[in-house]
């Protein structure tokens, strides 16, 4: 009966805990990843910086 107590306490306790630090893990790359996307959305809509401005005559 013991491995079975265990296995119940494995289950019941720690799997849970590990799903949800795989949630949050998976939540912060997402994040990264879209911040991403989205500099370099900005960056082709209006263009890299540049160091120095051209002036129109």
């Known amino acids: 009966m013991g491995s079975e107590q265990l ?3 494995m289950t019941k306790e720690l799997i849970p805990y ?5 949630i949050e893990d998976a939540r912060q790359q997402m ?9 370099k959305s900005a960056q082709t ?3 890299p910086k540049s ?5 129109l005559s």
Do not use: C, V, W
Request: no cysteine; proline share 4%.
């Open 7 to 9: 296995i119940d306490f």
């Open 18 to 22: 590990r799903y949800n630090n795989a």
């Open 31 to 39: 994040n990264e990843k879209m911040s991403q996307i989205e500099m």
């Open 45 to 47: 809509l209006i263009g």
């Open 51 to 55: 160091r120095h401005p051209t002036r």
